[in-house]
């Protein structure tokens, strides 16, 4: 069989399989065989993921505005400008995922969105403040009693003043809170106090998702409006753990 040439295919092709080949941990010629492989075999994985962020685009752009269909898309700086004056508010939740929200913060900002963050306990146990601080250029809000941000009802103001609120990684814990209806920290709080579109990255253990707790959890949510993207699947940060459960 002939070797696979990498740097024979179009930049947005080049762009997807890096970014595919960097979440799956393979080189982007391991990555091309295994969507051949898959397309031989009649999966269509890596066409629904094209879809799955189109449709988280569209969704962060809002009514009226026309967001760049991903598969056409030369390469990464073309998306700059995307969301240019949209208010992103990111809830990240306590998971080794955690960490993939900096690079989202990023990403965000690199197409011209504002982001504002509320990190939970135990997402401040995988990152710190002071890095999502730092890439969001704005306050990161941790407390629903905080003397300073509370004089105003903070919580609810959050929760406002925001164009979309996006949830990653969004927990089961985070899952069952808002499905069913407690707000006893400021990101649960935040979350059932919204008028505006909430967006879940789910991101936990295969069995954990599995469960049919979490299962219910994500019907009723899916029923009540809320929009989910992934998860994806691959090997877990435990070891010896594979399947569905990696943030998308």
Same mark, same amino acid.
């Given at each position: 069989?002939?070797?696979?040439?990498? /740097? !024979?295919?179009?930049?947005?092709?080049?762009?997807?399989?890096?970014?595919?080949?960097?979440? !799956?941990?393979?080189?982007?010629?391991?990555?091309?065989?295994?969507?051949?492989?898959?397309?031989?075999?009649?999966?269509?994985?890596?066409?629904? *993921?094209?879809?799955?962020?189109?449709?988280?685009?569209?969704?962060?752009?809002?009514? @009226?505005?026309?967001?760049?269909?991903?598969?056409?898309?030369?390469?990464?700086?073309?998306?700059?400008?995307?969301?240019?004056? =949209? /208010?992103?508010?990111?809830?990240?939740?306590? @998971?080794? %995922?955690?960490?993939?929200?900096?690079?989202?913060?990023?990403?965000?900002?690199?197409? @011209?969105?504002?982001?504002?963050?509320?990190?939970?306990?135990? +997402?401040?146990?995988?990152?710190?403040?002071?890095?999502?601080? +730092?890439?969001?250029?704005? &306050?990161?809000?941790?407390?629903?009693?905080?003397? #300073?941000?509370? &004089?105003?009802?903070?919580?609810? *103001?959050?929760?406002?003043? %925001? $164009?979309?609120?996006?949830?990653?990684? +969004?927990?089961?814990?985070?899952? %069952?809170?808002?499905? #069913?209806? &407690? %707000? #006893?920290?400021?990101?649960?709080?935040?979350?059932?106090?919204? $008028?505006?579109?909430?967006?879940?990255?789910? +991101?936990?253990?295969? =069995?954990?998702?599995?469960?049919?707790?979490? /299962?219910?959890?994500?019907?009723?949510?899916?029923?009540?409006?809320?929009?989910?993207?992934?998860?994806?699947?691959?090997?877990?940060?435990?070891? #010896?753990?594979?399947?569905?459960?990696?943030?998308?």
């Amino acid at each position: 069989m002939a070797s696979i040439t990498i /740097r !024979n295919l179009d930049d947005g092709v080049k762009d997807l399989l890096r970014q595919l080949a960097a979440e !799956n941990g393979c080189s982007m010629e391991e990555q091309a065989r295994a969507m051949i492989r898959a397309a031989v075999e009649g999966r269509a994985g890596q066409a629904d *993921r094209i879809d799955q962020i189109e449709k988280t685009l569209r969704a962060l752009t809002g009514p @009226g505005q026309q967001a760049p269909p991903v598969a056409d898309m030369p390469g990464r700086p073309s998306v700059r400008g995307t969301l240019s004056g =949209k /208010r992103v508010l990111l809830v990240i939740g306590g @998971g080794i %995922a955690a960490y993939k929200s900096l690079d989202l913060i990023r990403r965000l900002r690199e197409r @011209g969105a504002s982001v504002r963050v509320v990190m939970t306990s135990a +997402a401040q146990e995988f990152v710190t403040t002071l890095s999502v601080g +730092a890439l969001s250029a704005d &306050h990161v809000f941790t407390e629903l009693f905080d003397r #300073n941000d509370e &004089h105003d009802v903070g919580h609810i *103001r959050l929760s406002r003043e %925001a $164009d979309l609120l996006v949830v990653a990684p +969004a927990t089961a814990d985070l899952m %069952a809170k808002l499905a #069913n209806g &407690h %707000a #006893n920290d400021l990101a649960s709080t935040v979350l059932l106090a919204t $008028d505006k579109k909430v967006l879940m990255a789910p +991101a936990m253990n295969p =069995k954990m998702w599995s469960h049919p707790a979490t /299962r219910r959890n994500r019907a009723t949510l899916q029923k009540d409006g809320i929009a989910f993207v992934g998860p994806a699947k691959g090997e877990m940060a435990e070891s #010896n753990e594979a399947g569905e459960g990696r943030m998308a």
